[in-house]
């Protein structure tokens, strides 16, 4: 049984340009959540798709997009990315959006 | 809104050696509580939870922690610890009533670096 993949593993961008970040749940489960991890600190909540539709999202701007199909893989899209936009992304994923959430590996996105 | 404070950002410990990382909380609902663990380079693995009922739950490696709501703490302990426990460890919350806005939102503390010593 697969767990929670991401795509890729590691990402190098130049300020600017706009990146897509790829996540597939963990079998059975139809609810992906996605987190941006700073270096040094703990993981800060993006958003939640559940049903295909964002349900809930954090403090973050509209540069922050996703998007989910009907298999429940999900996308992260980040805009015109920023130095800050450096970080570990990780994507929880769950069975209905208030079950325990299982994280994949992460992408490491560099912005220079 | 909910916030997670965990008290100390690096904990140094001898092999075999007992350990305590600290959480506490704030939250105006109840909540669900997790301990989660993360090694070099990789993402995080659920160490443990309390959802409801007994307030101690353990993990299958030997770490319990012990939810005591009058203090707003969730601390995590070992009585004994080994090389292969170093890692970064997260204390996380979530709302555990439905129709809130955040409810399934995970808050995460700004993690304990554990350094487990020979």
């Known amino acids: 049984d697969a767990g929670v993949t991401q795509s890729p593993t590691h990402l190098i961008k130049t300020r600017g340009q706009q990146v897509t970040l790829r996540c597939s749940p963990k079998s059975g489960h139809d609810t992906v959540s996605w987190y941006q991890q700073a270096l040094g600190q703990g993981p800060q909540f993006i958003f939640q798709y559940y049903e295909e539709e964002e349900r809930q999202r954090g403090n973050f701007p509209d540069r922050f997009s996703g998007h989910q199909f009907p298999n429940y893989s999900s996308e992260l899209n980040v805009n015109a990315l920023l130095l800050g936009d450096s970080a570990l992304y990780l994507c929880?994923?769950?069975?209905?959006?208030?079950?325990?959430?299982?994280f994949g590996p992460g992408t490491r996105l560099t912005v220079t | 809104a909910q916030s997670v404070t965990q008290l100390d950002s690096q904990v140094p410990v001898f092999e075999e050696a007992p350990v305590e990382l600290r959480c506490n909380y704030s939250?105006?609902?109840?909540?669900?509580l997790f301990w989660y663990v993360q090694y070099p380079n990789q993402g995080l693995q659920l160490l443990l939870k309390y959802l409801s009922g007994s307030t101690l739950v353990e993990s299958i490696n030997g770490f319990e922690a012990e939810f005591n709501k009058s203090q707003t703490s969730f601390h995590l302990r070992k009585p004994s610890v080994h090389i292969s426990d170093t890692a970064e460890y997260f204390c996380?919350?979530?709302?555990?009533?439905?129709?809130?806005?955040?409810?399934?939102?995970?808050?995460f503390g700004q993690g304990t670096i554990l350094t487990v010593h020979p």
């Open positions: 929880a994923s769950s069975f209905g959006p208030h079950h325990e959430q299982y």
């Open positions: 939250s105006s609902v109840s909540v669900y």
């Open positions: 996380a919350v979530s709302e555990s009533q439905g129709g809130s806005t955040s409810y399934g939102k995970l808050t």
